[in-house]
């Protein structure tokens, strides 16, 4: 197949790792995959070794017509298999792309390629977002496919009537092998480089200092471990616009000195790995990467209930789930695993559960399916319409 994965940007984001991935990974099973990006923000580039072609359409507005005539002209020149655009803002370009280049029907001048999205979201947040939501739900019609990435995700917005022609659900995986637990010396160093004692207890946050990430959530719960007398401090990988707030909260409440930020990571493993248990506070998330990295390195996670939380986690035995907003059930929950036999057996179930059940491989194994069935059924449709057109 000849794939053309579209996205909003090559930010560092969950949906953009999640593109590049596929995209590296179907490459290297002997499909074509070309890439393309709408807002020139190329942080993961250098990822994307498997792409035979990367364009960056450089759109100065929300929707930029000189942007969306290269797209279309890009679609016209290959003639993708199909188009896989990850979230909204990439498939609306992707779509009114295709269309362009079809002269009005994706089923023209493209040589019919299907639009395939994968769709990673679950809360929008603002009356704003709400609005375009309303907007984006008739291009979401409009797509051959829809992948959710939980089941609860998918039941969420079935509910609201975001879906396409097919639906379908994916979980998310990540590479069993590279996200290895780390041998006890090398962990040992990374923790002494950071500057954590053998018996600190290290609860990481791997995600960008968003407001819906929720950071100031974990600067509270160890304030309330510290108050314990449980020598908790936080390890949060990443940066972002909320790290002001986030260090001002830690200076307020007197612990400063035990929430360490790491500034942004190209390599966020073995700082992951450096841990001992792994909070993910947010909002929102529909199928965390950040849960299921941790998860493979060995880590039990602690987590809000949101998205496909539950589908990832069984609480008790490789994590736990709390409500979203519980400072006190978070509390709580980092409270029992500051137990090292207890962790210890957890986050042992918590690598045998990705896996089972989410690693890559499984991930793409299954993409490659859907996209083939999809390009199956898209050349028997063509064949009927030559031959009814023949009569």
Known sequence: ???????????????????????????????????????????????????????????????????????????????????????????????????????????????????????????????????????????????????????????????RMVSARRNEVIYNGVDTAHWEPLGAEERRRVRVALGFADDDYVIGLSAVLRPEKNHLQLVDAIAALRRRGVRARALMIGDGPMRGAVEERARRLGVAADVAITGFQQEVRPFVAACDTVALTSFTEAFSLAGIEAMALGKPVVHSEVGGAAEMIRPGRNGFLYPVGDTGALVERLATLADPAMRGRMGARAREAVEAQFSEAAMVDRYEKLLIELETTRTKHEHLRRTAGAH
């Open 1 to 159: 197949m000849r794939l053309l994965f579209v996205t909003g940007s090559l930010v560092h984001g969950g949906a953009e790792r999640h593109t590049i991935t596929l995209a590296n990974r179907l490459a290297e099973r002997g499909h074509e995959c070309h890439a393309a990006y709408v807002k020139n923000d190329p942080s993961q580039l250098e990822r994307l070794r498997g792409a035979a072609s990367v364009t960056c359409l450089h759109s100065e507005r929300y929707i930029d017509l000189g942007s969306l005539r290269q797209l279309a002209s890009l679609i016209a020149r290959l003639r993708p298999t199909m188009v896989v655009a990850a979230n909204a803002y990439a498939m609306l370009y992707a779509s009114l792309a295709l269309r362009w280049a079809g002269g009005g029907s994706t089923r023209r001048s493209t040589g019919g390629a299907p639009l395939v999205v994968t769709w990673h979201s679950t809360l929008i947040q603002g009356a704003k977002e709400q609005a375009k939501m309303l907007f984006y739900r008739l291009f979401f019609w409009g797509a051959d496919c829809l992948v959710f990435v939980a089941e609860a995700q998918r039941k969420h917005w079935l509910a």
